[in-house]
Structures are given as C-alpha cells and as structure tokens.
C-alpha cells in the first residue's frame, strides 16, 4: 500500500477508534489520533478508563486529541459484560455516526461485533496478537470459535505478522484478513533516541549501578505469558557465577495473570541484590536506555512495541523464537532469538552476553542502523490510507 499522504477531500470527517483502555490508546495510537487531528478529522475514543483515575484523559487532549467515552469493556470471555458494552457501543455509534469505526485487541474485537448491525459505516479491526494459539483444550476451541465468528462481522481484519494472518485465514477463510505492511504499529523513535554518556549515567548512578555493571531489562507486564517468571528464574540462576550482572524489572502486575513465580521464587528474587524493579513507569526510555540488554522470552506476540523500543535506543534484545518477537528481533543481527528457550539456556546466553562485550556492541551497533524501521510514521501512513480509501481499501 502507498504510504503517502491522501488528498484532503477523502480524508474521513469522524474516525471511532475502540480500545480496551486509554492506557492502549496512548501507548500505540496516540500519533495516529494526532495525525488524524491535524487532517481535520474528528477522532473519538471508545475505552475503559476504570482503572485510572476519573480526570485522566489522553495525552494529546489538551491539544487536538480525541473525544473520549468512557466504556468498560470486558477482559475474557465475560458474556454479560461483553453484551453490556456491545450495547452502550451501538448507542455511541449512534450518536457520533463515525465514517469509520475501528476496534483493537481481541475484547475490543468482540464486543465491536457484538454491537455492530447493518447500518455502520465501514467497520474494521486490527489484532495486536491472538490469544487462541498457545491455549489448549476446550479452552483453545471455544476462543478459536469466538475470535473467527467476530472477524467475520468486519468489513476487513488486519494482523501484525504473518502467521497470526495464516491462522486467522484457516480459522475463517471467508473474512478479508490481511497483514499489515508496517513494523506492527512501531514507536515512538524520536522519543526512544540513545541517551547521552552523561544522562544514561546519571539513571545508573540512581539505580545503584555501577560502571561494570552489566545490566539486563526485562520492561513489561509482570505476568507468566510475558516470560516474566522465565527470567527472573534464569537471572537468578545466573547470577550465582556472575556477580557484575544486574536485572532490572520495570512494569507492573496484572490482577487477571499470575507472574508464574513460586513463593520461594518471589522470596528470592525480594532478597536479591543483584534484582532491581522500580513498578510501572511512564518513562520507560530512561530505565531501558540504562541496560545493556533487554530480556522477553515471551510465549506469545503480535508485533511487541517494547522490543522495537530498545533496538531503537540501541539495546540488543534477548528473546524467544515466536512469532512476533522473530518478527522484530534478528539473531544475531540485533540481538538473539533463542528456539529451546529453557531456564537453562536463558541463563546460558545471559552468561554469554556478559562475557562478550564486543557481541553486545556488533548487536547495538546494527540496531541503531537499522532503527528507521521500526518509524509510528509507517504505520500512521498507512492507516490514514486505509481511512481516505474507505471501502476500496477493501477491494
């Protein structure tokens, strides 16, 4: 698709974005919101904003953001609750009559195709990564089920990688499932610029990291999926032979998702010198530009935001080799994709990346080269094109 700029006269006039949270919005479509702004379109915001405060309100509202309706959208598979707000998003619908009405992630999805009927305007969705592949059972058959009926009620479905596309098509091979052409939704990389000596040493200095110190960052959800349990269970493995190696943990918990950890395991991750989180941040740049390495040995992903935000900042990234995470880390190109990715073999390559400083510095070297990939300018473009192309987008 053509990513330059479309006439003004096809530009829609109001575009309903549908988001689990606000939070979502800022983190991945807050410069689309922007962009969509400042071509004189009017953006509104359908999502939950339970668990934040009720003033909060995007980032870009106090300029030319989005209208923002609160909505509380399930997660899982609630009926009710889905039903609930499949009916107070019909009676938005309603009221704004958007030109373009667009859901992101699967709860969002589904209560979009709850809600929708025949009179909507051009109604499509984009998965930022599906739940129903490492599920199993019944568990596996029923959300399968659910997610190819919803995508069926779109006009188009757009995925961030290629074998989340294929399985989307094999699931329903008569929804318009396409992949997207951008690095996923990409970051900000302008915001995740490589700090300067002085600034990365002040962050140190105020984590009590010292000059030596070989620091590795794990920046997510503290949850079992996200592999966060399968590093701190590698680290402290490691860390028994390698004194100079620090973790640094930055994001919070999620009530929903155990972290996988054992109590004993929490105990001594707690207890650990060589262990350091600091909770949720806004400003991940500043920790993530402090470390060596970022670890994610995630079981599953579309296209993960944070791994293109530390290869934009110049921090190879240790990774697992599913799709999503070997869509944006290359190994070793910008950093490893390990296949039997075991406690063992973790530690292993942590081991690995602390003994060769000049592998780390070959891996951020061709990260920073290649950075411009992983531009939100893209994926911008790219959606602005599918908005002013409307249904023959779709064609």
């Not at 019909?90 to 009927?117: C, G, N, Q, S, Y």
Request: with cysteine; charged share 25%.
């Amino acid at each position: 698709m053509e990513m330059n700029a479309p006439a003004k006269s096809s530009t829609p006039r109001r575009v309903l974005l549908v988001m689990p949270n606000v939070a979502s919005y800022e983190a991945f479509l807050g410069e689309l919101g922007a962009e969509l702004a400042a071509r004189g379109t009017e953006v509104h915001l359908a999502c939950s904003v339970a668990k934040f405060d009720a003033s909060y309100v995007p980032r870009e509202r106090a300029g030319n953001g989005p209208t923002l309706h609160p909505i509380e959208f399930a997660r899982g598979m609630n009926p009710r609750a889905h039903q609930r707000a499949a009916r107070r998003l019909a009676a938005l619908v309603a009221e704004v009559r958007p030109d373009v009405v667009h859901a992101h992630f699967d709860a969002a999805i589904f209560t979009t195709a709850l809600a929708r009927t025949r009179e909507w305007p051009l109604t499509i969705a984009l998965f930022h990564g599906l739940s129903f592949p490492i599920l199993t059972g019944w568990r596996k058959t029923i959300i399968r089920a659910a997610t190819a009926w919803a995508i069926r009620q779109f006009d188009g479905v757009w995925v961030l990688n290629s074998e989340n596309c294929a399985l989307l098509r094999a699931a329903a091979p008569r929804a318009d499932t396409r992949l997207i052409q951008s690095a996923g939704v990409g970051c900000d990389i302008a915001r995740f610029t490589p700090p300067s000596a002085a600034e990365r040493a002040a962050v140190r200095a105020e984590l009590g990291f010292g000059p030596g110190h070989c620091v590795f960052a794990y920046v997510g959800r503290l949850v079992e999926a996200k592999g966060f349990a399968l590093t701190v269970r590698a680290f402290l493995q490691a860390a028994k032979d390698m004194p100079d190696a620090r973790l640094l943990v930055v994001g919070g918990g999620d009530p929903l998702h155990p972290t996988g950890l054992t109590p004993d395991e929490e105990a001594a991750m707690r207890a650990s010198a060589q262990i350091v989180a600091v909770g949720y941040r806004t400003d991940v740049e500043r920790y993530l530009g402090a470390a060596e390495v970022m670890v994610l040995p995630s079981f599953r992903e579309g296209m993960p935001v944070c791994l293109m935000e530390a290869l934009a900042l110049g921090v190879p990234v240790l990774t697992r080799d599913v799709c999503g995470c070997r869509d944006v880390v290359r190994d070793d190109v910008d950093g490893v994709v390990l296949k039997d990715c075991t406690a063992e073999n973790l530690a292993a390559a942590m081991r690995r990346l602390v003994a060769e400083p000049e592998l780390r510095a070959r891996l951020s070297s061709r990260a920073l080269a290649d950075r411009d990939r992983f531009s939100r300018r893209h994926f911008v473009l790219e959606q602005c094109a599918i908005y002013d192309a409307g249904k023959k987008a779709l064609q």
